[in-house]
């Protein structure tokens, strides 16, 4: 796992601006939110 995480800017010039940054921030934003509510159903609150 040595493989850096692209700045939102690098993804943005990797698509030669077909998808707008707004739009690599909201994908960003949707994702972080999914894998915060799976792990709060995979662990329980008290711990």
Sequence with gaps: ???KVPALR???NLCQGIY????FK???GYIL????WNL???TPYQF
């Design 33 to 36: 939110e999914q894998l915060e």
């Design 26 to 28: 909201k994908s960003e």
């Design 1 to 3: 796992m040595d493989e």
């Design 20 to 23: 707008s940054i707004d739009l």
């Design 10 to 12: 690098e993804a943005y």
């Design 40 to 42: 709060r159903v995979i």
